[in-house]
C-alpha cells in the first residue's frame, strides 16, 4: 500500500494525538498544575507554532522515505546526530570522551559501507542494462543482415 505524505499524515496524525495526550493529562499536566497553581493556561502561540513545525517535519520525513528508503531516513539521522555532536563540540564546549569517539567512528564506518554497498549495486544495475542493450543491438544487427541475405537471394532468384 502506498500513500502519499499528506495521506499518511491524515492516518496517523490522531493516533499520534491520542498517544500523546493520554500521557501530557496524566504525567505533565499535574506538574504544570503544581507548579503555576489551579489555573494553567496554555500559550497558543508556543503550541500552534509547535504544531506547524512537527507537521513541516513529519511532512519532510514521509517525503524522504516515499522517495528513498527507510535505510536512508535511518543514515541522514545518524548524519544528523553526526553534526549535533561537532556542534556541541566546537561550539558549546562539550566533553566527548573515547568511547562516544568509538561509537561515532563504527557510525561512520556504517555509513561509508551503506553509501559503497549502494554505489556497487548502482554500478551492477548500469552494467546489466548496457549489456541488455547491447545484446539487445547485437540481435537486431543479426536480424536486419539475415533479412539482407534474404533480399538479395530473392533478387538473384529472379534474375
Not at 108 to 128: D, I, P, S, T, W
Not at 136 to 143: I, L, M, Q, S, Y
Request: charged fraction near 15%; proline fraction near 4%; include cysteine.
Amino acid at each position: 500500500m502506498s500513500l502519499n505524505p499528506i495521506t499518511s499524515l491524515y492516518y496517523i496524525a490522531p493516533c499520534c494525538l491520542v498517544f500523546l495526550t493520554l500521557p501530557w493529562y496524566f504525567v505533565e499536566l499535574p506538574r504544570l498544575r503544581a507548579a503555576a497553581g489551579a489555573a494553567v493556561r496554555p500559550d497558543v502561540f508556543v503550541f500552534g507554532t509547535n504544531s506547524l513545525c512537527a507537521f513541516a517535519l513529519n511532512l519532510a520525513v514521509f517525503l524522504l522515505v516515499g522517495k528513498t528508503s527507510a535505510l536512508t531516513m535511518n543514515v541522514a539521522g545518524v548524519v544528523k546526530d553526526w553534526l549535533l555532536i561537532a556542534f556541541s563540540w566546537t561550539v558549546i564546549k562539550d566533553t566527548v570522551t573515547p568511547v562516544n569517539l568509538v561509537g561515532y567512528g563504527i557510525a561512520f564506518l556504517g555509513v561509508a559501507y551503506y553509501n559503497h554497498a549502494k554505489l556497487q549495486g548502482l554500478k551492477a544495475r548500469e552494467a546489466e542494462r548496457r549489456a541488455a542493450s547491447m545484446a539487445t543491438a547485437k540481435d537486431g544487427d543479426a536480424e536486419a543482415g539475415a533479412r539482407l541475405l534474404l533480399e538479395k537471394d530473392a533478387g538473384e532468384q529472379k534474375n
